[in-house]
């Protein structure tokens, strides 16, 4: 998995972001399905 991003290094710092960065597009996702469940 961390090969994606090629020269990525796992720092504290880095893998705090990478947790946020993938939170915040979780929570993005939910926020769209849940509004498509609204309009059906």
Do not use: S, V
């Amino acid at each position: 998995m961390y090969q994606f991003f090629g020269g990525f290094t796992l720092k504290p710092y880095n893998l705090l972001y990478f947790k946020r960065l993938t939170f915040g597009i979780l929570i993005a996702l939910l926020k769209l399905t849940r509004e498509e469940h609204d309009y059906q």
